[in-house]
């Protein structure tokens, strides 16, 4: 190519457009000789312009009771390529249930799906692109911000509702019920209780609001009675401990699921919805969305899993001591979910569903103590141990409290980096944001 002139003023503009012409003129007729006769240069443009057009991104928030088979389906995709596409994301993620509330994004080209990503959880997202004829999937997890908030309220009429009041997330809402639930019966709450708690909040780089993190400290007092739980390190995975530095949880997850309140209580006698008869409730009902998953309360072995009559898609496991769980009316049972299988307290056993005689989407949650029905609310799971280093832990709980009584304002502020670097390094939270 040669090189163009550089023109300085006025004088020589005209002379400077003029040849810029002939140069441009002589190049458009050199590629359109050596072009095929339809026109090179228009084809080539053109051809950009329609893949532009053709182009599209979206992003759908999945809907209770959909799938992907039906989301790709009334996108026009015929079954053969919605199982490929379907397969492709199982084999990179396994097996899993699309949960409502969850992101699908899909990106097409020319009429034809190029990307499907789903985004499994709030830390982990799947994605299968076509690579010419064929799929690749993969996972890749989710970037996010961690900070600390501290929060505070005061019980009027339910502890739900002050939390809420609070602005505290449902999650932990359910998580401090589940560890403080050892020591204090929210059944009893009553007006001018008061409670206090320290969590991480989690925000994409975005800026969108993700799942919040871990309880990081939980406490309410009734009267004259404290009831305290502490996320701690002491030396394996971290575990809640109780203000006296016993493990809380070792036993049974009080709740299994994340709910939005209970529906039926543990009952001798209780007038069923469907039947229309008086029954006995040997469990609790906790209301859902279909999808949500449900996780073993304790570490245990399956001892069933599959239909069971009334209660539908169901799974029981035993635990130590003579203890076994059931959890009903499941949408689905997680793969893998067989008698004799070993399952860790925390592990996704299915996802709340409405199968059997069930009037809208909730988990039954059994609790047994060698073949008696216990109410899992309020049975005493005893299953605890002391913390490695007392000493320690008492440190530990008394910055946690400090810190909390210093940020609790009417809009809590976040807790500086100074107070994480004040803990011990193995009892700092986490506050490393995920990388890609």
Known sequence: MWPLPVCRGKERSTMY?????EWVALLVLLLCL???STGWAAKRSGGRASIQASSKSERHVVMPGETLTSILSARGLQSGEIIRWDDAMRTAAGDFVLSPGHVVRLEFRGGSLQRLSYEVDDCVRVVVERHGRSLRGKTEPLQARVRMVAREGVVTKTFSLAARQAAIPD???SKMADVLGWEFDFRRVRPGDRFRVLYEERTSIDGRPLAPGKLLAAEIRSGKRVAQ???????????????????????????????????????RQRFHPVLQVQRPHHGVDFAAPAGTPV????DGVVASAGWEGDYGNQVEIRHENGWTTTYAHLKAIAPGMRPGRTVRQGEIIGWVGQTGLATGPHLHFG?????????????RVELRREVKDPQRFA?????????????VRPTPPVVPDVVVAALPPSLRPAMVSLQP
Request: without cysteine; aromatic residues 12%.
């Open 367 to 379: 609790l047994f103590r060698n073949g008696e029905y216990q109410n899992p609310l309020t049975a």
């Open 229 to 267: 739980a502490f996320f701690y390190n002491d030396g394996d995975d971290g575990v809640y401990v109780d203000g006296k530095g016993r493990t809380i949880g070792n036993g049974f997850l009080r709740f299994p699921v994340e709910f939005s309140r209970i529906t039926s209580h543990f009952s």
């Open 171 to 173: 999650a932990i809402v």
């Open 17 to 21: 457009h003029a040849q810029r012409k």
């Open 34 to 36: 050596a072009a095929p």
């Open 295 to 298: 996780r073993a309360a304790g």
């Open 395 to 407: 440190q530990a709980k008394q910055v946690l409290l400090r810190q909390i009584s210093v940020l």
